[in-house]
């Protein structure tokens, strides 16, 4: 196997540009929903996922893929962030509140 080439100088540019993106957008966006809203990044994606589903119900370990978080953190968001709420049933799964 040959060693890659190194970046051409404009291939660098946009690679540290598209790595800074990657870092400061999230950022950006979790401040703005958690001034108005209260929410972190997390949980605000944990209700995009679930508005999105017929049934607004899903098992963890799909919340998990839709979102890019493990099993566990989806368990820490929804334990810490609604622990009484009754959005979610004793298996994990959520229920529909309206």
């Given at each position: 196997m040959?060693?890659?080439?190194?970046?051409e100088h404009a291939?660098?540019?946009?690679?540290r540009g598209?790595?800074?993106?990657?870092?400061t957008v999230p950022r950006v966006m979790s401040?703005?929903?958690e001034r108005p809203a209260g929410l972190i990044g997390s949980e605000?994606?944990?209700?995009?996922?679930?508005?999105?589903?017929?049934?607004?119900?899903l098992r963890t370990s799909d919340l998990?893929?839709?979102?890019?978080?493990?099993?566990s953190r989806i368990t820490r968001v929804v334990e810490a962030t609604w622990p009484h709420a009754g959005c979610f049933d004793a298996t994990g799964a959520p229920t529909r509140t309206e």
């Open positions: 040959t060693d890659p080439a190194p970046l291939e660098e540019v946009l690679w598209l790595m800074r993106l990657l870092v401040d703005d929903l605000c994606m944990v209700l995009v996922h679930l508005s999105e589903v017929m049934e607004r119900r998990a893929d839709r979102t890019g978080l493990s099993p």
